[in-house]
């Protein structure tokens, strides 16, 4: 199948290096192979492909050259570096890898000018739709059963993606971890992930967390940082410019993999929503070169938004997530009266019939996601 971020790659390589990052497994390799069927593939970890890579061996004579893993080696930016000035394209340059590119490539400034960078996310209901050709209520039902990575949920079997899930956190966390950060104490952050799957939705307690795995606040943020490097967990913060009795609260969290949430039908559906939300703005952010965000709103007075987008420093969707409430959030309206320029939209999962007023939208989740862009 083909992916959403094809065809842009296709364009950059012909002038630039790019950094192709994203989770594990969630096919940055296929992606890359099928780019062009004249490709060298070489990655790092291969002993045979290190020697290559070290000695600058490989074949010329092809239209992409893929270093996957490459960012295991000391000084790889100036290295691809040097390979770009010295020889320029073509061949394209692709370097790939999961999790830390994008960490890395904020470490310098020594590729700046030379590159652009791409984040692959999980299949959602819009690019399901538009390459597998199912429909949008079985693509979201799905995506919540199986998660949105390629192979269990085109294997599409309950059983293979409990053993394939097991497997992948496992990988992240004892072979990528401690590749990414000199950590002893593994089993605790294999703790967090589980209290963290069973508190998607809710505003994140660093002291709570920290109480419960008997360790500081501090090594509590560094612990999510590196889980949000690799790609285990994105935050959503919120947001408060502007808003009366607005409070500054820790953020939430949710998960890549949305079939390894553990709390409620609730928090699986929101944490398909966010994921979707944030895979369009990092597509606009890595395509257009906007600056982008995603936030949630909440006030003293308890009212609280999913929810909202923002580009450019201007708020630009309002999203309040219910499996089956049909009457219009309160809360939506009373940020509205803030934020006048995001479009409030609620999104009902056993939504009856659309509704809509001279404000705002009321539609079903796998219609939405279907077709939506910010």
């Known amino acids: 199948m083909e992916r959403y971020l094809e065809r842009h790659i296709k364009k950059d390589l012909r002038e630039r290096i790019v950094i192709f990052s994203g989770p594990r497994q969630v096919g940055k390799t296929t992606l890359s192979k099928q780019l062009t069927s004249s490709n060298t593939y070489l ?3 291969s002993t045979a492909d290190r020697k290559i890579i ?45 999790a830390r590119l994008e960490t890395y490539r904020r470490g310098g400034e020594s590729l700046a000018g030379r590159f652009f960078s791409y984040r692959l996310h999980p299949l959602t209901v819009k690019e399901i739709c538009s390459f597998l050709k199912e429909t949008p209520k079985t693509s979201l039902d799905k995506l919540i059963k199986f998660g949105g990575f390629p192979e269990p949920f085109l294997k599409n079997n309950e059983t293979f993606a409990k053993r394939w899930r097991r497997t992948h956190v496992d990988i992240i966390v004892r072979e990528d971890l401690l590749d990414l950060e000199r950590v002893r104490d593994i089993k605790s952050i294999e703790i967090l992930i589980d209290l963290l799957r069973s508190r998607v939705g809710s505003s994140t307690s660093y002291s709570s967390l920290a109480n419960d795995l008997q360790v500081s606040v501090h090594t509590i943020k560094h612990w999510l940082q590196i889980l949000e490097n690799l790609y285990v967990i994105f935050p959503v913060r919120p947001y408060h410019k502007n808003i009366a009795r607005s409070i500054l609260k820790e953020p939430k969290y949710y998960f890549y993999d949305v079939s390894s949430v553990n709390g409620d039908f609730s928090a699986k559906l929101e944490n398909v929503v966010a994921l979707a939300l944030l895979r369009e703005l990092h597509l606009l952010e890595d395509t257009a070169g906007s600056k982008v965000s995603l936030h949630y709103l909440r006030d003293k007075d308890k009212n609280e938004v999913d929810f909202l987008t923002v580009i450019d420093r201007m708020p630009s969707l309002m999203v309040e997530v219910k499996v089956s409430d049909e009457s219009f959030s309160k809360s939506l309206f009373r940020f509205h009266n803030f934020i006048k320029s995001a479009k409030p939209v609620q999104l009902v999962y056993n939504l009856k019939r659309k509704k809509s007023t001279k404000l705002m939208r009321m539609y079903s989740v796998h219609e939405f996601l279907a077709k939506f862009e910010l």
């Open 43 to 45: 990655n790092y970890d």
């Open 54 to 98: 070290k000695d600058e061996e490989w074949d010329r004579d092809v239209e992409v050259i893929i270093f996957d893993e490459l960012h295991k080696m000391k000084n790889w930016k100036s290295w691809i570096k040097g390979i770009y000035d010295t020889e320029g394209i073509p061949p394209g340059l692709l370097v790939t890898g999961s």
